[in-house]
């Protein structure tokens, strides 16, 4: 046997078994929800492990749970989870390559960090959402508005002294560069 069909078999078997193990985990998953279907703060958890769990091969089901799990958030006003579940839903958006989705859930971070009263996650809410927009405005084109973004970004990690995530506004701010000669 040569390598390449070693390869295909690889491929086809991973192809195979990975959903296979994603549903006794969407099962597993959804059978504890039933029993904790009372309950906002488990179901909210679950529906965020469904969705993670679907994210690899049907991206519309992941963004349907991690709504759901927005609603019950937004409905018991935690802010801080409505922040997290955004990006998580932005971020799949760009996944699925609707930009613009993805630009609303960034955006809608950012204005969340208003109702925050928490000096500290006040500056991380905003951070993440400019992180998104920034990351969204790279695959937009728009390379001024992913640089002004990254920056704000940036200084708001700074002040937070992050250094993981300062790292990560360098590097996006870098790759924003690179992106920009690249058109050029």
């Not at 046997?1 to 690889?10: D, H, K, Q, S, V």
């Not at 973004?149 to 701010?173: D, F, G, N, R």
């Amino acid at each position: 046997m040569n390598y390449r069909t070693i390869f295909i078999l690889y491929i086809f078997c991973f192809y195979f078994y990975t959903p296979a193990q994603n549903r006794k985990v969407i099962d597993s998953l959804i059978k504890v929800m039933d029993k904790h279907n009372e309950d906002d703060t488990i179901k909210s958890k679950l529906l965020m492990k469904l969705s993670v769990e679907y994210e690899n091969f049907d991206v519309q089901k992941s963004i349907n749970y991690a709504y759901q799990a927005l609603h019950i958030s937004k409905k018991h006003n935690n802010y801080l989870k409505v922040g997290q579940i955004l990006t998580n839903i932005g971020n799949l958006y760009v996944s699925a390559g609707n930009y613009q989705k993805a630009l609303e859930c960034g955006i809608e971070r950012v204005k969340l960090s208003d109702k925050i009263s928490d000096v500290k996650q006040k500056k991380e809410n905003t951070s993440y959402g400019l992180s998104l927009m920034s990351n969204v405005y790279n695959y937009l084109g728009d390379y001024d508005k992913a640089l002004d973004c990254s920056k704000k970004s940036l200084q708001l990690e700074q002040e937070l002294l992050h250094q993981e995530h300062i790292a990560y506004a360098l590097l996006s701010m870098g790759n924003t560069f690179v992106y920009r000669a690249q058109q050029a």
